[in-house]
């Protein structure tokens, strides 16, 4: 008798005091095979453990730490404990009291004795900064003058600099003194907290993210479709071939693949521009004059231009994989009971495709809602896409909240296409070859 694990067990002929069977060496025959049963078990699980982890290290937990600092707050709180406790019976309308002021230049002093590599008020500033554009150069002047401050610390503040006058940087502190905050979500969906701590849109001329995640979905939704009708002609023509003759013409659908993404990205800078190749030609031609050339760089269209090259074999290659598996006797089956081509293509080849459309599309879609480098080259100010959005935050702004919390909202908006996909159509129908 074999157990789980394809190992012999030799099953004897005595039993125990129990009625129990035994193994040939005395054991009882079910310990005997929970025992195999375990070490497989444990095998199986030391073979996929390698992956597993670099799954959870190098997969799972940046995005899990992503998420978290698009919540994460912890600059106000650690740079101004005092400060946030004296804010506790402030009412908010007017200026803060003597005690307040106080609290503060405290908290600036104790953060002038540490290291320079663990002061707090550096990061506070750049927080605060977010929510208020003058913040920054307030509490860097401050702090650089804390020293001298002297008794009543409320004028020596509100003489240091003009927003010490203001309730709204004192609204800001007291709001954002909390470990977590949705403020980065909030700016994500274009909005705001206003001088009551109400949710509000922002000014109509701030709005951005929310007009650039519904540019995003439809541009790619245009490079869905744009590659699926460029590919499936090819793959058909692929699939109808031999053997021989389809590998030597995959070459040309897997050249890409080969070519690096900035070189492809680059020639079509040379060919779309306005002194380019395609408006050389039609000038040459007579076509257009040359006063009136195509404007096909540095927008949506030559991003769309690009980006369905580069994307293309993502849809050929699974209807290709999908085609070649459909008996060319359906159609010539379909044909001989009286359909016409067409009906026989749209009625009985088309449907038996679907599988490979759905892959290729799965792929594509996704693939280009998270595309960085191509619409960074070619798509300007008008064909950027989110993904440009979210690298200014992390080079330039440093804003990594907001990157991290724009980054979640596609992320999660990703997920709900995906689990939408599912119950429309469902995974189990994906043909990936």
Not at 48 to 61: G, N, Q, R, T
Not at 321 to 339: C, E, H, N, Q, W
Not at 387 to 402: K, M, P, T, V, Y
Request: aromatic share 10%; hydrophobic share 45%.
């Amino acid at each position: 008798m074999s157990d789980a694990s394809g190992n012999d067990v030799a099953i004897g002929n005595e039993t125990d005091s129990k009625g129990r069977l035994l193994t040939s060496d005395g054991r009882p025959l079910r310990a005997a095979l929970e025992r195999a049963n375990r070490r497989r078990k444990l095998t199986a699980f030391g073979l996929v453990a390698p992956l597993l982890a670099f799954i959870v290290i190098f997969f799972a937990f940046p995005i899990v730490q992503m998420m978290w600092r698009s919540v994460d707050n912890p600059a106000v709180v650690e740079a101004l404990p005092r400060t946030l406790e004296a804010l506790q019976d402030w009412n908010g309308e007017e200026l803060p009291s003597e005690d307040v002021y106080r609290a503060l230049y405290e908290d600036m002093m104790a953060d002038q004795d540490l290291p320079r590599l663990e002061q707090k008020i550096g990061p506070l500033a750049v927080r605060l900064n977010y929510e208020v554009s003058a913040a920054r150069g307030a509490i860097s002047r401050t702090s650089r003058n804390v020293d001298e401050f002297e008794a009543p610390y409320k004028e020596a503040f509100m003489d240091a600099h003009r927003l010490w006058r203001d309730t709204e940087i004192w609204r800001i502190i007291e709001r954002e003194g909390r470990p977590l905050t949705a403020s980065y979500y909030l700016a994500a969906v274009d909005a705001e907290y206003n001088e009551n701590n109400e949710i509000v849109r922002t000014d109509e001329n701030r709005r951005i993210y929310v007009a650039l995640f519904g540019r995003t979905f439809a541009m790619s939704l245009v490079i869905t479709f744009m590659t699926f009708a460029l590919g499936f002609p090819i793959a058909y023509y692929l699939s109808s071939l031999p053997m021989s003759k389809a590998n030597l013409l995959m070459i040309a659908v897997l050249l890409p693949f080969w070519t690096s993404l900035l070189v492809r990205t680059s020639a079509w800078i040379v060919l779309l521009q306005g002194q380019g190749v395609i408006n050389d030609t039609l000038v040459g031609l007579g076509i257009l004059d040359d006063e009136n050339r195509l404007s096909m760089i540095y927008n949506q269209t030559g991003t769309i231009i690009a980006m369905t090259h580069i994307l293309l074999p993502f849809m050929v290659l699974p209807l290709y994989s999908v085609m070649k598996t459909i008996p060319p006797s359906y159609t010539r089956a379909a044909k001989s009971l009286g359909a016409t081509p067409w009906t026989a293509f749209r009625r009985v080849y088309f449907p038996q495709t679907l599988p490979g459309i759905a892959a290729g599309g799965v792929l594509v879609f996704i693939i280009s809602i998270g595309y960085y480098i191509t619409p960074a080259l070619v798509g300007g100010q008008d064909g950027r896409m989110i993904s440009n959005e979210i690298a200014r935050h992390i080079q330039s702004s440093l804003n990594w909240g907001l990157a991290a919390a724009l980054g979640s909202m596609l992320l999660v908006s990703v997920l709900l296409l995906y689990w939408l996909f599912n119950k429309l159509v469902g995974t189990d129908s994906l043909k990936f070859g």
